[in-house]
T-cell receptor, first 113, second 118 residues
Framework: DAKTTQPTSMDCAEGRAANLPCNHS???????VYWYRQIHSQGPQYIIH???NNETNEMASLIITEDRKSSTLILPHATLRDTAVYYC??????????????FGKGTLLTVNP | GAVVSQHPSRVICKSGTSVKIECRSL??????MFWYRQFPKQSLMLMAT?????????EQGVEKDKFLINHASLTLSTLTVTSAHPEDSSFYIC??????????????FGPGTRLTVT
């Protein structure tokens, strides 16, 4: 059962901001929104996570709507190396030691020169 | 950031043989490690959760006797694919949770192991 919905693919011009949407309308109060990306034939890479406030780090910004039913990952200045599949995952940050991540299909972001 | 390594990065084996894949956390202790499998053009599927010093927990549909997992230390977990068949050919990825780090919520992923069974 998919807990998140993402577009299958998106294109972005190099140097421009890439805005990747994610719907998670059934998110629970104790669930965080996580973003990972996977460059072709590599392991996933953690990007950012948040609960309800907007978050920013050196890689990206995460904007979560007030009702927490959707979020947007923003890569402010996309480069060719940002071409990857981006996964939006919701997961509680407590409740045992397993902390499983369930990956959906993600969004293939292609950054074009 | 925390680093997870896998060995080998790619392996080719004959049908019927067994293959061992190692997953190491290089600069942190990982009480929990996870093993995923990814077929071409598909997403990662969790196979099992490995806890140091105890038996692994397998996801539904994953044969525990075929995919043997050992997590004998805080920095090493191994996945052994026994009696491999061509349908086991896949990209195997491990991840580890940093138990004591400041950012203890993320999982750190290894680079993956490409298994080809001929």
């Amino acid at each position: 059962d998919a807990k998140t919905t993402q577009p299958t693919s998106m294109d972005c011009a190099e140097g421009r901001a890439a805005n990747l949407p994610c719907n998670h309308s059934t998110i629970s109060g104790n669930e965080y929104v996580y973003w990972y990306r996977q460059i072709h034939s590599q392991g996933p890479q953690y990007i950012i996570h948040g609960l309800k406030n907007n978050e920013t780090n050196e890689m990206a910004s995460l904007i979560i709507t007030e009702d927490r039913k959707s979020s947007t990952l923003i890569l402010p200045h996309a480069t060719l190396r940002d071409t990857a599949v981006y996964y939006c995952i919701v997961r509680p940050n407590s409740g045992g030691s397993n902390y499983k991540l369930t990956f959906g299909k993600g969004t293939l972001l292609t950054v074009n020169p | 950031g925390a680093v997870v390594s896998q060995h080998p990065s790619r392996v080719i084996c004959k049908s019927g043989t067994s293959v061992k894949i190692e997953c190491r956390s290089l600069d942190f202790q990982a009480t929990t490690m996870f093993w995923y499998r990814q077929f071409p053009k598909q997403s990662l599927m969790l196979m099992a959760t490995s806890n140091e010093g105890s038996k692994a927990t397998y996801e539904q549909g994953v044969e525990k006797d075929k995919f043997l997992i050992n997590h004998a230390s805080l920095t090493l977990s191994t996945l052994t694919v026994t009696s491999a068949h061509p349908e086991d050919s896949s990209f195997y990825i491990c991840s580890a949770r940093d138990w004591g780090g400041q950012s203890s919520y993320e999982q750190y992923f290894g680079p993956g192991t490409r298994l080809t069974v001929t």
